[in-house]
């Protein structure tokens, strides 16, 4: 640490440092934190800074150039994380005095940049505060308006304007840049709800259970590192989102069959899998990159989960076990990941709008090798983490279009999940929006062979 600055700070400016390389957030979190000696509250402010200033980040760069007399301004890519920091949280930490805001961020320049900043950058922080409204106004429903405000692609801000209207589009908008709940899965292979309940107590701040998910528990106020919580190392839950164990129960594995995960790590939904038919299914787990299997395979051996692990690009027919045929097949397809955005809000800005087209390419071919594989009358599940037409829709159509042989089907269990999430019998669709529970956005259709 640097004289005259804070812990969280600094950390903070290392890892937006990091992510400008290329980093994931997450991972650039895990890098910093678990170098650096910090108390439980200063790693709660290194994350929130850290996320705040990513999922924020077009906002906050428009009220620096409002607030500097000169307009836009030309500054280094570390003065203007300084700026970011700083302008995060006179906006949105009302528990931090914007002197000290004010104050931490000029030390930062005197000590990370060129001191001859330092005057600078005091000077539109101040600017700031003199007209707050002006300099940070409430946006119209124009898409470059709402895509500078909350600070996304303005093509995606645009695609939901014409597809959901402004209102919807706000509460997506809104609820894309407020914090991920954080989501365990109970591993009913090793353990139950009240014994890891228990475990857990005083670990942290608040676990609850999802209404409508047994498996399910939202936790707040993780005191250090995920993987040093009691249970962690012994497999008793994992980390998991609501909506990605939505994923595995649509598919309604049965103890018996034989199952394919054809996009598997790392590993998630494979050992849910296991987990929701009691170990008692085969299940083989197809994953092309050598160093995610060997990820895979650590994190199915800490769950206690039995599976057989190949690597092999799902694509690639020949490279597949040869004589296998599967009663269920899962294709939890590479995407964008514009569905969960409140984990990864670097990605808003790494995203343009000709990939979702080309993930979508990838995405027909996975079908179109994992159908082959399937038994007659059996059941094949597509899904994805995102939310653009061309990777839902779209690659549910072209995939019944050239595979006559086919057909969308609901679930057995009707009311496996609630009717807003189900727009149509078979296909289950999630937003980050306020009426939908804090669920992510993903998408999964039921395809059965006739």
Not at 156 to 165: I, K
Not at 199 to 222: E, M, N, W
Not at 387 to 414: C, D, W
Request: include cysteine.
């Amino acid at each position: 640490m640097l004289t005259g600055t804070t812990p969280a700070r600094e950390s903070a400016l290392d890892v937006l440092a990091l992510t400008r390389e290329g980093r994931h957030a997450e991972a650039a979190l895990s890098t910093v934190l678990n170098h650096e000696q910090l108390s439980a509250r200063d790693r709660a402010l290194v994350t929130e800074i850290v996320y705040g200033v990513l999922r924020w980040r077009d906002r906050l760069d428009a009220v620096m150039n409002r607030s500097a007399t000169c307009g836009s301004l030309q500054i280094s890519s570390h003065i203007r994380d300084i700026l970011r920091i700083a302008f995060y949280q006179l906006i949105f930490l009302d528990r931090i005095p914007h002197s000290a805001a004010v104050n931490q961020a000029v030390s930062q320049v005197k000590s990370t940049a060129n001191p001859r900043f330092a005057g600078l950058v005091n000077a539109v922080l101040r600017s700031f505060l003199r007209d707050t409204s002006v300099k940070d106004p409430r946006p119209s429903d124009r898409p470059h308006d709402l895509a500078t405000y909350y600070s996304h692609p303005e093509w995606l801000v645009t695609q939901w304007l014409s597809e959901y209207g402004p209102d919807i589009t706000r509460r997506i908008l809104s609820a894309n840049n407020g914090p991920a709940p954080l989501d365990i899965r109970i591993n009913r292979l090793t353990g139950d709800s009240d014994q890891l309940m228990k475990l857990l107590h005083g670990y942290v701040s608040h676990i609850g259970a999802v209404k409508g998910s047994p498996d399910v528990l939202r936790i707040t106020g993780v005191h250090g590192p995920i993987e040093t919580l009691p249970g962690f190392a012994e497999g008793l839950f994992t980390v998991q989102s609501l909506a990605s164990q939505m994923i595995g129960v649509f598919l309604e594995a049965q103890p018996g069959e034989r199952i394919l995960d054809a996009c598997a790590a790392p590993g998630g939904k494979t050992a849910h899998l296991a987990a929701l038919t009691n170990g008692k299914a085969r299940i083989t787990a197809v994953e092309h990159n050598q160093e995610r299997v060997r990820a895979m395979i650590a994190n199915l051996r800490r769950l206690r989960v039995e599976a057989e692990v190949v690597q092999a690009d799902a694509t690639d027919e020949a490279a597949l076990p040869a004589s296998a045929r599967f009663d269920r097949i899962l294709v939890d397809a590479p995407c964008s990941g514009l569905g969960v955005l409140r984990h990864n809000p670097e990605t808003r800005y790494r995203t343009k709008e000709h990939e979702p087209p080309l993930y979508a390419e990838k995405q027909k071919k996975l079908l179109d090798t994992a159908c082959k594989l399937l038994v007659p009358r059996g059941t094949l599940v597509y899904s994805v983490c995102s939310v653009t037409p061309q990777e839902t829709y779209g690659v549910m159509q072209a995939f019944l279009n050239t595979h006559k042989n086919f057909r969308i089907s609901a679930p057995k269990e009707p009311n496996l999940f609630r009717s807003e999430y189900q727009p149509q019998p078979g296909v289950l669709k999630t937003f980050p929006s306020v009426a939908q529970d804090e669920v992510d956005g993903f998408f999964a259709v039921r395809f059965s062979r006739l």
